[in-house]
C-alpha cells in the first residue's frame, strides 16, 4: 500500500510541474485601456416560416416587427501591446466591475482570445456578450445606464506564447489556462508553462 501512495505522489508532482515553472518577472502584455458599451443590433428576416418555431414565439412576444429581431448585447473591450519579447498566441483576461461607492467587486467577466500579437505590437479585443456588466443595482443607481456607476479594471490572467509556453499569476485557478491552451496549441505536446 505505501508504495502505491508513493507511485500517486510522484505522478501528481510530476504532472504539477508539466503546468508550472518559475517565471523570472511578469510578461509586459500591458493593458492600454478598456471600456464596454450596450449594443442593439436588428436583423431582417425574409421569411418567418424560415425561422424555429421557438424563436417565432420570441418574436411574437418582443415589442419588434414580425420582420425584424432586435438584439440587445454588450460590447467589452480592451487594448493590449505586446512587450513580452515573444510572439503571443493567445491569451485569457478579466473585465472586472467594482461598485464605485464601496469599491467592492461586482462582476469578473472572463475571456478568451486566441489570435497571434507579434512583439512590440498593440491589437483591440472586442467581444460580444449577453451578460450585462453587474446584475447588481444600487437604487440611486436605477434605470441609468451610466457607465460612471462602476469603477472597471481588466486584468490578464493568463498568456500562451508561439514558442508554446505559458505565463499565469501565482496563486490562481488554472483551470482557464489549461482550457486557452488545449484550444490554441496542439493535442500531442503540452506546453511548458511559467507563473
Known amino acids: 500500500m505505501p508504495k502505491l501512495t508513493l507511485l500517486l505522489i510522484i505522478i501528481f508532482l510530476c504532472a504539477a510541474t508539466s503546468f508550472s515553472q518559475e517565471f523570472a518577472e511578469t510578461p509586459k502584455l500591458m493593458i492600454l485601456g478598456q471600456k464596454w458599451k450596450k449594443e442593439t443590433s436588428v436583423s431582417i428576416i425574409p421569411n418567418k416560416s424560415a425561422i424555429s418555431e421557438q424563436d417565432r414565439d420570441k418574436i411574437s412576444s418582443s415589442n419588434a416587427s414580425p420582420n425584424y429581431v432586435v438584439a440587445k448585447y454588450f460590447l467589452y473591450e ?10 503571443v498566441k493567445g491569451f485569457v483576461w478579466d473585465y472586472i466591475f467594482y461598485d464605485s461607492n464601496t469599491k467592492a467587486e461586482l462582476k469578473r467577466h472572463q475571456f478568451f482570445y486566441s ?25 440611486e443607481d436605477y434605470g441609468k ?7 472597471e479594471k481588466t486584468q490578464i490572467t493568463c498568456i500562451v506564447f508561439d514558442d508554446k ?18 484550444l490554441i496549441l496542439p493535442k500531442k505536446k503540452n506546453a511548458t508553462s511559467y507563473n
Open 78 to 87: 480592451t487594448t493590449v501591446l505586446n512587450q513580452t519579447g515573444k510572439v
Open 145 to 151: 445606464e451610466s457607465q460612471n456607476q462602476y469603477l
Open 115 to 139: 489570435a497571434k500579437i507579434k512583439k512590440n505590437k498593440k491589437t483591440t479585443v472586442k467581444i460580444m456578450s449577453q451578460k450585462p456588466p453587474s446584475n447588481l443595482v444600487r437604487f
Open 165 to 182: 509556453t505559458i505565463w499565469y499569476p501565482p496563486n490562481l485557478n488554472i483551470t482557464a489556462c489549461k482550457d486557452l491552451r488545449d
